[in-house]
Nanobody, 124 residues
Framework: QVRLIESGGGLVQQGSSLRLSCAASEGTFREHSLGWFRQAAGKKREFVATINWSGTTTYYADAVKGRFTISRDNSKNTVWLLMDSLRPEDTAVYYC?????????????????WGQGTQVTVSL
């Protein structure tokens, strides 16, 4: 069992930066790939970014590529999502997830553990 707790969300202006953190309570954290998803009001949850267990491979959604950076530190059981050049369309609840990347690292089915989410709101 892996318990994930997100933090770092908030209200920021367009063009600002935020860094989300996701801390895991369990020692097998380093065995899991980690992902960030987001869900805007009235929309389906969508993939944002993911990183493999060793931190050597990452994938990003096209909408955030070049603006967001995912990273992890297995010694701290923590994964981060650095979000730069934020836009109003980035407004959503952001979720951290842990899993095996099977069958597809960009799909929710690849992750068996989820955090409760943290709200990010970007104003004009």
């Amino acid at each position: 069992q892996v318990r994930l707790i997100e933090s770092g969300g908030g209200l920021v202006q367009q063009g600002s930066s935020l860094r989300l953190s996701c801390a895991a309570s369990e020692g097998t954290f380093r065995e899991h790939s980690l992902g960030w998803f987001r869900q805007a009001a009235g929309k389906k949850r969508e993939f944002v970014a993911t990183i493999n267990w060793s931190g050597t491979t990452t994938y990003y959604a096209d909408a955030v590529k070049g603006r967001f950076t995912i990273s992890r530190d297995n010694s701290k059981n923590t994964v981060w999502l650095l979000m730069d050049s934020l836009r109003p369309e980035d407004t959503a609840v952001y979720y951290c997830a842990a899993g095996s990347w099977y069958p597809d690292p960009g799909r929710e089915q690849a992750y068996g553990y989820w955090g409760q989410g943290t709200q990010v709101t970007v104003s004009l």
